[in-house]
């Protein structure tokens, strides 16, 4: 009975979004209107950055991306004192099952390909799609793969709160630093370069690369946490 | 049926799905955990709307690659997926916060279903 008022319910609502949403209208004027020529254009013209959402996300939005990684610190920090607990039983996890020698062993060996893919995707951030966020994640998914194939693995708790603080501290640094030379927060005050170098941009490629650091250190820290957890 | 007919009913159609999978996985299971996974398609189906919204006929990645800066007029909305990329932060930092709680919750009464927690009932 339940279950079919829920189906109903969702049934009404789905119609309402179908409606709203089944036909765009892809060639429509307001796809050409509003800020995307705006963006598009300063990217390329002031920035020479190639990658328009990395423009958007650290430069244009600079101040809206300091919040993010806020709002990720402040996870992580509430799942640590979510869970925070007087004994810790660090070495002897049961929620893990003990790995086979094929897991182990492969495991070792593209643990640090992987590392090189993340470093890659945010070091190529303003260049190709990726950047800090997703090259982060990859480094943290490097480290879950390890922490399940050896149990005994373990990671220093003081250490990846140094990177994390650095990384963030470093990022206000950078905003601050453009307060003094260009006169806004976060205002971009290197030299740009040329489109498409590695070296271009100006301060987006340092900002992504700290916020890579910064996200790769915080969760790792949430894995690690929730991996120590005993029932 | 071409490329933006077959956009229009994939991305649109598939998105609105997956919102409603999501909401009836939150409004009729039992588990805590499946209301936590329930909730993480909602956000993927949100995800893919607001992509999907950016899309014009034709269009390219708004990424100025070696041999595509001139291809300005056909390329889509770069908001929509800069907004996505901070959703999907904000996303995965709900998700893990509401795992802790359960994890806290399983703690203390030694299970995940939501009606044999009398706590929560009031």
Redesign the interface.
Known sequence: M??AI??FL?AV??FF??VT????D??AER??N????F???K??SQLKT????TA??VNF?GF??LG?VT??F???T??GS??FKKRHHIGDRTVLMPASSIVSAGSKLIFPAIILLGAYVFIHGH???G?G?QGGTIIATGFLLMLIAYRDFSISHNVLSVIESFAGIGFVTFGLLGFMNGGTFLQNFMGTGV??DLISGGVIPVIYILVGFKVAAELTG?IYT?LH?K? | MDT?EL???GV??T???L??IG??AV??KRSLIKIIIGLSIIDGGIHL?LI??G???D?T??????GS?NA?AR?V???P??LV??A???G???T??A???V??L??HHNTLKIDEIKNLKW
């Open positions: 339940k279950k829920v189906i969702l609502f789905g979004l179908a949403f089944l036909d765009p892809f060639e796809n050409h509003g800020v995307k020529n963006y598009l254009d990217t390329v190639a990658n328009t959402v958007i996300v939005r809206d991306t993010e709002v990720l402040l996870a992580a509430a799942l979510i869970l260049l190709t799609p950047g966020f489109l498409n949430l929730i957890e029932g | 933006t956009i229009r009913i649109y159609g998105s609105i799905l919102i409603l909401l009836y409004l009729t709307l999907g919204i899309y014009i006929k269009g990645a708004p990424i100025f690659s070696p800066e300005v390329m909305d770069p908001v997926q800069a990329l901070t999907i932060v904000i995965f930092g709900v893990a916060v795992l802790s709680l994890i806290r399983y703690r």
